[in-house]
């Protein structure tokens, strides 16, 4: 937690940034346990160039931003070459930077740069699907069936009498299918290929050698420019099921066919073999979607994941029984494992926050995202604060997707002339998609572009952003003491200079009006400090304390507010 050891010597105490080692040191072994890591959109985060998209240098000139919020590391969305049709999760080329975010110079840079202010740089691996521009597709469609060019993808022949229907009826995770017909070079139709996302994402067969080789490779050239950790994509699905059978109704754990497979594992013991290998704790953090808590824990095996994210607390709705629950259970679930959890409120795919939990629904599936659901934006912005300081005092490490610290709220009118997910689109329209939690940041100023372009820009945000954005943006916020980010700042300091906040053990107070059957979720982390949620209707006594460090929503009268949380010092 604190930065002070982060570093060898010279890289916090070296005035030039660029002079500093691009190392993280091991002296603090275990700082993912704790650490708070802040998600970078980069698309979205600020455009250093003016052509209204973000970019590095973008990010370069905020690094003092997030350093003051008090972040121990940033989690870069894809920053690749690519085309875009996935926002950045359809890899072109591993091994570069889009030339619209910058280049590998700026990147090296960036990581140097952050490391000197103690922040640590994790960064994206995709590797369960690559661009179809790669030029390992682009060869695999110019070869013909069976060649060795086509193994390193699922190609195979149509079913039915002239190979027109689809090889097996797997859904794709963005909904519609997943198979798409190729064309032969004499324009005859050819074979199919297998993308669970869209088809410019072709599922890569880990079943090749190549394929483990380029990922083992990809590992090694980003730790070798000093980046902390892989945040890694979709990390459940890279293994298939080599018949391709239909996924079975009734398919027990590790039965699904593309889904959870066993063999996934030996991914990943591989690649911590190869973070293991380097100084300072590189560590691996699993993008796993997995219901069943004891199947999820086998990716944090000690020789496997360092840590992977926490689904089913950001999924539950603001309900004290539901919350408790989920607490209880993930915490079960990595007991055994040895391995911290994480707390994460919302990220580049789901509804911001300040939205869902304005709604009559305060739960996230992505199954019923609609548009104009009615929504009440001052009671979701007063439970995302409350949610804010309650993932806080949890053990274990915390992610803040951008803009959640100023409480933006999905943005909802953005004309649909200008929406760009595909999951909106192969929805046929009625999934709004995920744009709405990615409109760029406003920083400063009365009106779009609100600081996100620099003055003068030639080009408008790549999203646009809601008129009604004044309040919210980083300028107005910082010189508010009642702004989310007046709250996130002081949460985070006081989560840093509190030995007993991060990892460690959490107990609660259940009884004398504590416990979920009362709707008030409290807690103490160590000695000396209580945490207390609000989510029954109606004002609630805390327990007896010494200071009130923080609080969501203002006591009244010595009681906390419902929808509220305070942190409580609770002995000297
Ligand atoms: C992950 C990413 C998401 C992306 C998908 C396909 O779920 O978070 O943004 O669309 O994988 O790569």
Request: some cysteine; glycine content about 8%; aromatic content about 10%.
């Amino acid at each position: 937690m604190d930065t002070a050891v982060l570093s060898t010597g010279t890289a916090t105490n070296s005035a030039d940034p660029k002079a500093a080692p691009i190392a993280p040191s091991a002296t603090d072994p275990l700082w993912w346990r704790s650490a708070v890591i802040y998600q970078i959109y980069i698309r979205s985060f600020a455009d250093g160039n003016g052509d209204g998209t973000g970019d590095l240098a973008g990010v370069r000139s905020r690094l003092s931003y997030l350093r003051d919020l008090g972040v121990d590391a940033i989690w870069f969305t894809p920053w690749y070459k690519s085309p875009l049709a996935d926002g950045g999760y359809d890899v072109e080329d591993y091994f570069g930077i889009d030339p619209s975010f910058g280049d590998l110079e700026q990147a090296e840079a960036l990581i140097r740069e952050a490391l000197a202010l103690g922040i640590r740089t994790i960064i994206d691996i995709v590797p369960n699907h690559i661009s179809d521009q790669h030029p390992w597709f682009k060869a695999a469609l110019a070869s013909p069936p069976g060649s060795p060019e086509r193994e390193r993808f699922w190609f195979r022949p149509g079913r039915g009498t002239n190979g027109d229907e689809m090889p097996n009826h797997w859904v794709s995770n963005f909904q519609g299918d997943t198979w798409t017909r190729t064309t032969n070079p004499d324009g005859t139709p050819g074979e199919w290929y297998l993308h669970l996302f869209t088809p410019e994402q072709p599922d890569l067969n880990w079943n090749h050698p190549d394929v483990r080789t380029l990922h083992e490779d990809v590992l090694r050239f980003w730790f070798d420019r000093g980046v902390a950790g892989v945040r890694i994509d979709s990390a459940a699905l890279l293994i298939k099921d080599p018949e391709l059978p239909e996924v079975p109704e009734d398919a027990k754990p590790g039965e699904h066919p593309n889904v959870d497979r066993d063999e996934v594992h030996d991914v990943y013991r591989a690649w911590r073999a190869i973070a293991d290998s380097y100084p300072g704790s590189r560590v691996l953090v699993g993008e796993v979607w997995m219901p069943d808590t004891e199947r999820f824990a086998k990716y944090l095996r000690e020789d496997e994941m360092h840590t992977a994210f926490n689904f089913d607390f950001m999924a539950r709705p603001w309900d004290a029984d539901q919350l408790r629950e989920s607490i209880d259970s993930m915490l079960a679930a990595h007991a055994p494992v040895g391995a911290p959890s994480t707390w994460v409120l919302s990220n580049h795919d789901v509804t911001r926050p300040v939205t869902r939990y304005g709604r009559e629904d305060t739960s996230f599936a992505f199954s019923t995202k609609r548009f104009h659901t009615p929504t009440d934006l001052a009671l979701g912005m007063r439970r995302a604060r409350a949610a804010a300081l309650l993932s806080a005092a949890l053990p274990g490490s915390l992610y803040v997707y951008q803009g959640d610290e100023l409480g933006l709220p999905e943005a909802e009118s953005i004309p649909l002339e200008s929406l760009q997910d595909p999951m909106h689109f192969r929805s046929e329209g009625v999934d709004p998609g995920r744009d709405g939690c990615r409109v760029p940041l406003p920083w400063s100023g009365a009106e779009p572009p609100y600081g996100f372009t620099p003055e003068g820009a030639s080009s408008a945000p790549w999203l646009p952003q809601p008129a009604d954005w004044a309040n919210l943006t980083v300028e107005a916020e910082a010189g508010n003491s009642g702004s989310m980010l007046s709250l996130y700042r002081t949460a985070l300091s006081i989560r840093r200079s509190h030995p007993a906040l991060g990892d460690g053990e959490l107990t609660w107070l259940d009884g004398d009006g504590f416990g979920p059957e009362s709707g008030v979720l409290a807690f103490s982390r160590g000695l000396g400090f209580v945490s207390v949620t609000n989510l029954s209707g109606a004002p609630v006594e805390l327990p007896s304390y010494t200071r009130l460090l923080l609080a969501s929503t203002p006591l009244e009268d010595g009681l906390l507010p419902s929808d509220s949380s305070a942190w409580l010092r609770t002995q000297h």
